[in-house]
Nanobody, 126 residues
Framework: QVQVVESGGGLVQAGGSLRLSCTAS????????MGWFRQAPGKERDEVSC????????QYADSVKGRFTISRNNTMKTMYLQMNSLKPEDTAMYYC???????????????????WGQGTQVTVSS
């Protein structure tokens, strides 16, 4: 059974930092493109960042470029999102997602996940 679990969310002041983690079990982690999505109340779920199978390719939404850094450790079956210079508009539920497409997160291709985590809440106060 596949399990995708996020952790690391919380309440932080504007300008602060958080590090989200995502672990996945029940799948061959190294053969999944991984990504983070977020959804604020009343808004659609949007892709924030993604990383390709081996980690060589990463992509970011314009709103987080230069502030967020995605990474993965295939040995540990874990993906991370380092979030710096957080803003109130970053407040959302953050979801980890897994896409088995080997072209996922390459050359501008967005993820089409088939596995999702339950989410972790990030709240940034002004």
């Amino acid at each position: 059974q596949v399990q995708v679990v996020e952790s690391g969310g919380g309440l932080v002041q504007a300008g602060g930092s958080l590090r989200l983690s995502c672990t996945a079990s029940g799948l061959t982690f190294s053969k999944y493109a991984m990504g983070w999505f977020r959804q604020a109340p009343g808004k659609e779920r949007d892709e924030v960042s993604c990383v390709s199978w081996g980690g060589a390719s990463t992509q970011y939404a314009d709103s987080v470029k230069g502030r967020f850094t995605i990474s993965r450790n295939n040995t540990m079956k874990t993906m991370y999102l380092q979030m710096n210079s957080l803003k109130p508009e970053d407040t959302a539920m953050y979801y980890c997602a897994a896409d088995p497409n080997p072209l996922g997160c390459i050359a501008g291709r967005s993820l089409a996940p088939n596995y999702w985590g339950q989410g972790t809440q990030v709240t940034v106060s002004s």
